[in-house]
């Protein structure tokens, strides 16, 4: 792919968000996709998606597993369904490649090929184009987005997930592996949405709390009409400032619209919140960006 120019990086500032159309050669993406599939068929459904539960107990200790699930996954190539694939023994109703809506979070640092994209030299010299002085991986997730199920994702700021002091530290880097288009559910932004801070965080809840993390705060309610869709072609990137207001809607279409992505955290004169759902751990520090 050609090198970013000036003038781009100056219109990510404008905006919040750059595409780069063709970043990720066809061979790129394909690699990606055939890795994910060997993982698929490797995967071993949760236990706590198998649990049948008849009491309320019970379906705390269900909810809690499915926590743990979650919070703990920030070092460990983990699963994530769309709702109701699978009955209550955990037994799947759809093919299992098809019931899946992520895996995350920490493809970057444990699987080969991903980690090969990640620190790629085309994605290091972004980051040094874009200043970043020493930028730290802090997760990745590859994203299915089924056909007909794959859910909406609701107007958000990614640094109401990954919240950092001062703000302005998150940058993603959303990589698509397939076309993403109107129908399958390309990503919407308002242009221009990341200079006025965030006014909802999402914080580890205190231990012996009913769910693992709650919101802080509340999203405004956007008006529909400033969001502009970003249809992108398979092998395109889209960088994503951390707080430029971001969707997606519903996959209503008969194909999936798979991506893969992950976020970066200038760690110069940064401070990651003790509070963010996801935290280093001794396993995995957060790695750099730079090789």
């Known amino acids: 792919m050609a090198s970013v120019s000036q003038d781009q990086i100056q219109k990510f500032h404008r905006d919040g968000f750059l595409v780069l159309e063709g970043f990720c050669s066809t061979e790129e993406c394909d690699s990606m996709r055939s890795q994910i599939q060997g ?6 459904v949760p236990p706590h998606c198998r649990t049948e539960f008849s009491t309320r107990e019970e379906e705390q200790l269900q909810t809690q597993g499915s926590s743990d699930y979650f919070l703990t996954s920030g070092d460990k190539i983990r699963f994530f369904f769309e709702k109701g694939v699978l009955d209550k023994k955990g037994n799947f109703l759809i093919p299992k490649e098809k019931s899946i809506s992520k895996i995350g979070h920490a493809l970057h640092a444990y699987d080969p090929v991903f980690k090969q994209i990640t620190h790629s030299s085309k994605v290091q010299e972004l980051g040094r184009k874009l200043g970043l002085e020493r930028p730290v991986v802090v997760q990745s997730m590859y994203i299915f987005k089924q056909p007909g199920i794959g859910g909406e994702v609701t107007p958000h700021q990614d640094a109401t ?9 998150i940058l993603g880097f959303w990589i698509a592996l397939e076309d993403a288009t109107q129908e399958n559910g390309c990503l919407w932004f308002i242009p221009g949405s990341h200079t006025n801070g965030i006014t909802r965080r999402m914080v580890r809840a205190p231990s012996g709390a009913s769910t693992c993390v709650e919101f802080v705060g509340s999203e405004p309610a956007y008006d529909d009409s400033q969001f502009i869709p970003l249809p992108i072609k398979k092998g395109g990137l889209i960088l ?16 999936s ?13 940064t401070t990651w919140s003790k ?9 995995l520090p957060f790695p750099s960006l730079y090789t």
């Open 257 to 269: 619209r798979h991506t893969f992505t992950f976020h970066v955290m200038e760690a110069k004169g």
């Open 161 to 169: 997930f990954l919240h950092t002091e001062p703000l302005g530290r």
């Open 39 to 44: 993982i698929i068929e490797g995967m071993e």
């Open 240 to 255: 994503i400032h951390g707080e430029v207001v971001h969707k997606s809607e519903l996959n209503s279409s008969e194909s």
């Open 275 to 283: 509070e963010n759902w996801l935290q280093p751990t001794p396993e």
